[in-house]
């Protein structure tokens, strides 16, 4: 069994520009015979750089994507955009 959902990293500010960090955390629990294995694990996706003048958002390979596609997936993003 496998559970995945993606997650917002509380946001740090410097100098100005905020950055939130968005990760995905996918929790596997498999059976085999009398024993359970859990297996965790948190993989960075995309990081938001929220400035007064602008906010873009990046893959974790550094290529500029939509913001708004972002915000459609990742739920809160743009509540904690408002603060930022």
């Known amino acids: ?7 917002i990293g509380s946001p740090v500010a410097i100098a100005g520009i905020t950055l939130i960090l968005v990760t995905r955390l996918s929790l596997n629990c498999q059976p085999s015979g ?14 938001v750089v929220a400035s007064p003048s602008t906010k873009k ?21 743009a509540g904690m955009l ?3």
Do not use: N
């Open 57 to 77: 958002a990046f893959e974790i390979t550094g290529k500029e994507i939509s913001l708004d596609q972002l915000i459609q997936e990742v739920p809160g993003l």
């Open 34 to 47: 009398s024993s359970i294995f859990f297996f965790g694990l948190k993989q960075p996706v995309s990081l």
């Open 1 to 7: 069994m496998e559970k995945k959902r993606v997650t």
């Open 82 to 84: 408002e603060r930022a």
